[in-house]
């Protein structure tokens, strides 16, 4: 499967959902640049 087909399975049983991230955007399409995000949303959920 691929994650569209996934995005659109949840999105036929209404169980899809999303939030928007304002502030800052990154390509997480690397590894270096997935790690980064994560540090990122770290940093905006933790006190």
Do not use: C, K
Request: aromatic share 10%.
């Amino acid at each position: 499967m691929e994650i569209t087909d996934v995005n659109n399975m949840y999105a036929a049983r209404g169980m899809l959902s999303y939030g928007i991230l304002s502030g800052w955007w990154i390509d997480a399409g690397t590894h270096l640049s997935f790690r980064e995000a994560a540090q990122r949303m770290e940093e905006e959920v933790t006190p």
